[in-house]
Structure formats: C-alpha cells, structure tokens
C-alpha cells in the first residue's frame, strides 16, 4: 500500500499505517531526521502514541506554525496525525504545508540554493486506525493505555 493523492493539486497526501509501519521498523531510518510524526492530539497523546512522535496540539501548531515549522523543514517527510486524521490533522498538514512553502522561499533567496523538496503526509485513519492495528506491537505503540482506549470506543 503506497501514499494517495487527496485530488487537490499540491494538497498533502495520506499515508497507509502499513506503509507508516514500515518507515517506524526501517532500522536505516532515525525519527527526527528521515521523517518525523507530528501527533496533533491533546491529552488523549498520553494515553499511546506513534514511537518518536512529537506532540503539538493542534491549537499550539496553528497558533504558532512557524515555530514548528522552521525545526522542521530539514526533515524529508512530515507525517500528520490526529485521533481519526478527519480534522485536525489534515488542517494542521495544510497549514504546515502553506507555512514551509513561505519559510522555504525565504530561505532559498538567502542562500541563494534549493533545498530538496519535502514530502508532507497525513496517517490515513489516524491514531484510532494505529492502534487498531498495532496496539499489542510495542515497537510500534508507546505508552499505550488499553483502558483508556476501550473505554473510548
């Protein structure tokens, strides 16, 4: 299963949890540096998330983009989750997006070079996908709260 495109011209695309799994198990790949989650969640973060997410509430990251886009914008892929990736997910990737084509040209004008073009993704299914699948892989789950879970279904 590969990245899809939404239909909208230079619109973030999604990306498959089995495809997101692979990329998170890739011994060649370091978070952070190959690719970063961004899990745009609030408190329900604490209770599981993706191993080596950053997590920046959705309000903070639209609040304040550019403060997360400018540590960002060295990193080939920008993964976007939220809870189901309906809303605030695909809103803060979107924003991400508009923010780093900004950042980016200003950044380019300066140094007078182009950078390497970035891919910016959103989880398809979100985070409630993620741990229908993963929930018992601890190499894909961290700090996973199976009560909580159940009780939120």
Not at 7 to 13: N, S, V, Y
Not at 72 to 89: E, M
Not at 97 to 104: D, E, G, I, P
Request: charged share 25%; proline share 7%.
């Amino acid at each position: 299963m590969s990245s899809s495109s939404t239909g909208t011209p230079g619109a973030p695309k999604y990306i498959d949890a089995e495809v997101l799994a692979s990329l998170v198990r890739d011994p060649t790949k370091t978070p952070g540096k190959d690719y970063v989650v961004v899990d745009v969640r609030g408190e329900d973060f604490g209770f599981g998330n993706i191993p080596g997410a950053v997590n920046i509430p959705s309000h903070e990251f639209l609040d304040r983009p550019r403060d997360f886009v400018e540590p960002l914008n060295s990193v080939p892929k920008v993964i976007f989750h939220c809870a189901l990736s309906q809303v605030r997910g695909p809103k803060c990737a979107n924003h991400y997006q508009q923010v780093s084509a900004v950042v980016r040209g200003q950044q380019e004008a300066a140094k007078e070079g182009e950078g390497a073009p970035q891919e910016i993704l959103i989880l398809r299914g979100g985070f409630q996908n993620w741990q229908n699948l993963y929930a018992k892989e601890s190499d894909l789950v961290e700090n996973y709260n199976a009560q909580f879970w159940k009780e939120e279904l």
